[in-house]
């Protein structure tokens, strides 16, 4: 694994997107997170076992959200030539390292009341 360079809080300059700005815009969507989380702690799912998690979610709005994960290379999307064909989704290895941040956001809300 190679040596990552130590990270700081810093302003960005004008007329650059900052990073943390470009990650919230991938994954701080409107059940985006809630959908990585369910891969989290479940590993692979299929589309009905997401659908079936999260509460209120339209097919069309769970459909859209893992095409842009998918997109970002955070979800890998894996179809099984059957009848019915059998499709499935799991974290990528980049999906996987926003574990760290889960757990640090799962902390802090077990602080607040």
Known sequence: MPIQEPVTLTKGSPGELCPIAKALDIIGTKWTFLIIREL????TLRFSDLLKAMDGISPKTLSLRLKE???HQIV???VYPEVPPR???AL???GRRLERIFIELKRFGLTLE
Do not use: A
Not at 40 to 43: F, Y
């Open 76 to 78: 890998e999307r894996t």
């Open 69 to 71: 994960l998918e997109t």
């Open 40 to 43: 989290l702690i479940d590993g």
């Open 87 to 89: 499709v499935e989704y």
């Open 92 to 94: 990528t290895d980049k």
